[in-house]
């Protein structure tokens, strides 16, 4: 019995044993899927955060997608078949006949008067319209004519031959609310861009023809007032007489610019078919209003003269660089704001050799290379009693001088508000 007793205390002893070390190992066991299963709780915790995180940037980035779509419909910058454009801007679209006296005083006097043609386009819903001022020359009532063939008369209210602007306004009732046309901005204008030209050729009704912008900053030549006009569009699309004064219109039936004429060189064949330019819609935005208001707009100038300079006029110029950037000062005008400025122009000996005057360089810390950078500057930026500060070159030494702007001489005054 005492040997069965004792067996059995061993057995139960030892089954107690592999009990105890089977607890043990479960333990161990329970330990490591806990840690186990919090491991992968914390990479699941992490895969849910980057989640959550990229479905944001997508989100954020769809809201941005469709509020530029909806910016840019808002505000239309998508553009039109050409037909729709025509559609929407002919009824804005007029012919201008004016009567100008002739130079001829040998003509029959029932004849004196010769008969111009052009184009404009309507500017308000009061009656303005805007049409170039070579198109009326010397006229002060002019007649307007719409597509549907109503005539109205026009009293020439103002205008500015050295922007080419002139604008009238209709003085008679009219059988309906005029249709104003949507000034864009000509600043945005780049090299390639559509463009369509409305006008009457030849005074042929509503005619359109179309083209690409060939340049946004043509530096046009005025000889008849010695001038130039800067910043001025040049294009291909087909501008013939009678197409004077019309607008420029982008697809989007905005008026970018007010059509000028066909480029004429001098002592060549032309004009030329292919290079036709146009008045930036930005020069009606800043001098129709004053138009409206005084009859007439006073440029800004500084009463000089210049050349750009090229490689080899700087060569020609002792103790210069052949790079050297700038405006040759040719000449002067006496009492005018760069002579009071104490600019100094070109010179010419008793030997007849001509002496380079001052070499512009800046303008208001603008650097100035061309002509056409010093012109559009003041146009663009100054107003007649601001004051400049050019820097010149001069006798390798770089100086600063202040100068007032004064108003051009206007070439007329006939007519005043």
């Known amino acids: 019995m005492e040997v069965n007793y004792y067996y059995c205390s061993v057995v139960c002893n030892l089954h107690l044993l592999i009990n105890k070390e089977k607890d043990k190992n479960n333990s161990i066991s329970d330990i490591s899927f806990i840690i186990s299963r919090m491991q992968r709780s914390k990479v699941s915790t992490l895969l849910t955060i980057i989640v959550i995180v990229v479905i944001i940037i997508i989100s954020v980035s769809i809201v941005q997608q469709h509020s530029a779509i909806a910016q840019l419909i808002s505000t239309a910058q ?71 063939g109503n005539r109205y008369t026009a009293n020439v209210i103002g205008r500015d031959p050295y922007s080419d602007i002139a604008v009238l306004q209709i003085i008679e009732n ?57 910043d001025v569009i040049q294009t291909d699309a087909a501008i013939n007489p009678g197409n004077s004064g019309g607008p420029l219109l982008n697809l989007q039936g905005q008026v970018i610019g007010i059509n000028i004429g066909r480029i004429v060189s001098v002592g060549s064949p032309g004009p030329y078919p292919g290079l036709t330019v146009a008045l930036q819609s930005s020069a009606i935005t800043r001098i129709v209003p004053t138009l409206i208001e005084k009859g007439n707009y006073v440029h800004a100038y500084l009463g000089l003269t210049g050349t750009t300079l090229t490689s080899d006029l700087a060569q020609s110029i002792k103790g210069l660089a052949r790079n050297f950037k700038g405006i040759l000062v040719n000449s002067i005008v006496s009492d005018g704001p760069a002579d009071k400025a104490g600019v100094q122009g070109s010179t010419i000996d008793k030997y007849s050799k001509t002496h380079g005057g001052d070499i512009l360089t800046a303008i208001d810390g603008h650097p100035v290379v061309r002509i056409e950078d010093l012109i559009s500057y003041i146009e663009e930026n100054k107003f007649v009693g601001n004051n400049v500060i050019l820097t010149v070159y001069r006798d390798g030494q770089s100086l600063d001088l202040k100068s007032t702007l004064q108003g051009r001489p206007s070439p007329f005054q006939d007519v005043k508000k």
């Open 78 to 148: 998508y553009p039109f078949s050409l037909n729709t454009v025509f559609k929407q801007v002919e009824n804005s679209v007029v012919q201008i006949t004016s009567k100008t006296p002739t130079s001829n005083l040998l003509t029959n006097p029932q004849t004196q008067n010769t008969t111009a043609l052009g184009s404009g386009f309507v500017y308000d819903k009061i009656g303005h319209i805007i049409t170039n001022s070579h198109v009326i020359n010397g006229a002060k009532i002019v007649d307007v004519t719409f597509v549907d």
């Open 174 to 230: 009219l059988t309906q609310p005029p249709n104003p046309l949507v000034i864009g901005n000509s600043s945005k204008l780049v090299v390639g861009d559509q463009v369509i030209a409305i006008g009457h050729p030849f005074g042929l009704d509503n005619t359109m023809t179309a083209g690409i912008i060939g340049q946004t900053r043509f530096l046009l030549s005025i000889p008849e007032l010695g001038v130039f006009m800067p």
